[in-house]
């Protein structure tokens, strides 16, 4: 049962910090991000892609082509 967990909840974490690093955050930043993956998983990814969408707005650019 814990591996149905942990797992996808690990692999959420490296998802968020690499969507950190893609959003220019510091480092430490990075840390918070990728620990929010690994206790909240998908909503901590959703939070990021949100960030993403209004990033690519404010830049003007199509949603295909968000960074």
Sequence with gaps: MKESIILPNFACSI????????????????????LGGMLFGP????????RFI???????SSSGNII
Excluded: H, N, T
């Design 15 to 34: 998802v968020c910090a690499k969507w950190a690093l893609d959003l220019e955050y510091s480092q430490f930043r990075q840390i918070i991000w990728g």
């Design 43 to 50: 909503f901590i990814m959703l939070l990021l892609y949100i």
């Design 54 to 60: 209004y990033l690519a707005k404010s830049e003007g």
